[in-house]
Nanobody, 116 residues
Framework: QGQLVESGGGLVQPGGSLRLSCAAS????????MGWYRQTPGKQRESVAR???????NYADSVKGRFTISSDNAKNTVYLQMNSLKPEDTAVYYC??????????WGQGTQVTVSS
């Protein structure tokens, strides 16, 4: 049974940086596309960044140039480096794993709050 565990959230001032980590277990990590999503109260969960098993990446327009997704297959971990953070980046951030023909997984979420 696959499991995703996020860490690295917290409180940061506008303009600051955070790095989120998502450790995967119980799955063939290198075969999954990994993604970060975020959600605020009353809104739908939205895609932030995604990295495929072939290391192709894509980003939401709102975070392009500020966020970077990367993965380390040796550590079964995906990262989200977030720079130049804005108050509107405040959300619960979720890690996701997808693989065609297999069930997907979600992490439990980590809170990111950008405030002075």
């Amino acid at each position: 049974q696959g499991q995703l565990v996020e860490s690295g959230g917290g409180l940061v001032q506008p303009g600051g940086s955070l790095r989120l980590s998502c450790a995967a277990s119980g799955m063939l990590f290198s075969s999954y596309a990994m993604g970060w999503y975020r959600q605020t109260p009353g809104k739908q969960r939205e895609s932030v960044a995604r990295i495929t098993s072939g290391d192709s990446t894509n980003y939401a327009d709102s975070v392009k140039g500020r966020f970077t997704i990367s993965s380390d297959n040796a550590k079964n971990t995906v990262y989200l480096q977030m720079n130049s953070l804005k108050p509107e980046d405040t959300a619960v951030y979720y890690c996701n794993a997808q693989r065609i023909g297999f069930r997907g997984y979600w992490g439990q979420g980590t809170q990111v709050t950008v405030s002075s």
